[in-house]
């Protein structure tokens, strides 16, 4: 998995994510449902982008809805 930095909600300790320890270094707090819906954020951002790139308003528009903007 590659580095990231995530904010425990339940401390709020900044941790560097780079390994398969996916618990907050401070309090052990489980950190993987928040880097799970970070990739589920990402991928959507990405196929905004592409359909803003192919000019589809259409397919644009869905995924905005989906990231609730």
Do not use: V
Request: charged residues 25%; hydrophobic residues 40%.
């Amino acid at each position: 998995m590659p580095a990231c930095s995530i904010t425990c909600p339940a401390c709020g300790k900044s941790n560097e994510i780079e390994d398969d320890n996916l618990a907050c270094r401070r309090c052990g707090a489980d950190l993987e449902p928040l880097l799970s819906l970070d990739a589920a954020a990402a991928g959507l951002r990405l196929l905004g982008a592409r359909a803003s790139a192919n000019s589809s308003l259409k397919r644009l528009l869905r995924w905005r809805s989906r990231l609730g903007s």
